[in-house]
Antibody, heavy 118, light 107 residues
């Protein structure tokens, strides 16, 4: 069945770099698009960026040049890397699969809660 | 970016009651709207897509409607397991954007 699972650190120091891995199963990264969405504690959802099935990427302009998304199709993994972390980057980070027909998210990982500490 | 405004921000209802949650888009999104349910500590789960199509496995007491800029999620005969936060999301234009959420509690 379709599964996505994020792995990453619980705690990152201020100004350091966050790296999270999304490992997927039950579908191919060359067929489906995988996106990253984050949610600060008690707040709403914010789209961060996309890894398209063809290997291209898109980013939310709010993250400017801080964010990088890549993949390893042989390992069914999508990677998020974001540098210069600030305290307001404290959030739960989710990877989610985009439906193949329309741009809504039909499967989500359980998320990883990351705290940025000073 | 398209702004999605949800109302109310929180809602208290009794078991068996009917609940309505609204989502207003800042421009016409041509029914490119999804609704998600998020229980505490969990990831969002897709309920409705294309404004009114029920995702497989979702109980039929959930329904979606609307067009243009105005959309709504209706829950008939509220059950205890429906306690959650609900989000709308537009996918007509990039970036995809979400409403601020509606927290549904039992009265």
């Amino acid at each position: 069945q379709v599964q996505l699972k994020e792995t990453g650190p619980d705690l990152v120091q201020l100004t350091q770099t966050l790296s999270i891995t999304c490992t997927v199963s039950g579908f191919s990264l060359t067929t489906y698009n995988v996106h990253w969405v984050r949610q600060p504690p008690g707040k709403g959802l914010e789209w961060m960026g996309a890894m398209w099935n063809g290997g291209g990427t898109d980013y939310n302009s709010a993250f400017k040049s801080r964010l990088s998304i890549s993949r390893d199709t042989s390992k069914s993994q999508v990677f998020l890397k974001m540098n210069s972390l600030q305290t307001d980057d404290t959030a739960k980070y989710f990877c989610a699969r985009l439906n193949w027909e329309r741009d809504y998210f039909d499967y989500w990982g359980q998320g990883v809660m990351v705290t940025v500490s000073s | 970016d398209i702004r999605m405004t949800q109302s109310p921000a929180s809602l208290s209802a009794s078991l068996g009651e009917t609940v309505n949650i609204e989502c207003l888009a800042s421009e016409d999104i041509y029914s490119d709207l999804a609704w998600y349910q998020q229980k505490p500590g969990k990831s969002p789960q897709l309920l409705i897509y294309n404004a009114n199509s029920l995702q497989n496995g979702v109980p039929s007491r959930f329904s979606g409607s609307g067009s243009g800029t105005q959309y709504s999620l209706k829950i008939n005969s509220l059950q205890s397991e429906d306690v959650a936060t609900y989000f709308c999301q537009q996918y007509n234009n990039y970036p995809p954007t979400f409403g601020g959420g509606t927290k549904l509690e039992l009265k």
